[in-house]
């Protein structure tokens, strides 16, 4: 199996900054995807930014240019800097992974157990 912990969340005024993390952990031979998801109160959960193993970088529109997704494969970790934060933004974000466990081609996917960003005066 495979461990995710996320860390970095909490409450900043509007126009301020969080640097959210997430390490993964456990059964993995290689990680190729790793991405941040949000879900609103009573909205869906959408994509926020991904990163490959390449280091392409994929981002949603409403926070290009605000968001920088970033990864450290030697610790096995993505990171999302998040600047000029505003109340839209508030939401749990969740932490995504798509590993291989063994040479095997399998692709297997996890999820971290979210972290609260509240943007608010």
């Known amino acids: 199996q495979v461990q995710l912990v996320e860390s970095g969340g909490g409450l900043v005024q509007p126009g301020g900054s969080l640097r959210l993390s997430c390490a993964a952990s456990?059964?993995?031979?290689?990680?190729?995807?790793m991405g941040w998801y949000r879900q609103a109160p009573g909205k869906q959960r959408e994509l926020v930014a991904s990163i490959s193993s390449g280091g392409s970088t994929n981002y949603a529109d409403s926070v290009k240019g605000r968001f920088t997704i970033s990864r450290d494969n030697a610790k096995n970790t993505v990171y999302l800097q998040m600047n000029s934060l505003k109340p839209e933004d508030t939401a749990v974000y969740y932490c995504?992974?798509?590993?291989?466990?063994?040479?095997?081609?399998?692709?297997?996917?996890?999820w971290g157990q979210g972290t609260q960003v509240t943007v608010s005066s």
């Open positions: 456990g059964s993995i031979f290689s990680i190729n995807t």
């Open positions: 995504n992974v798509i590993v291989r466990r063994t040479s095997a081609l399998n692709l297997y996917t996890y």
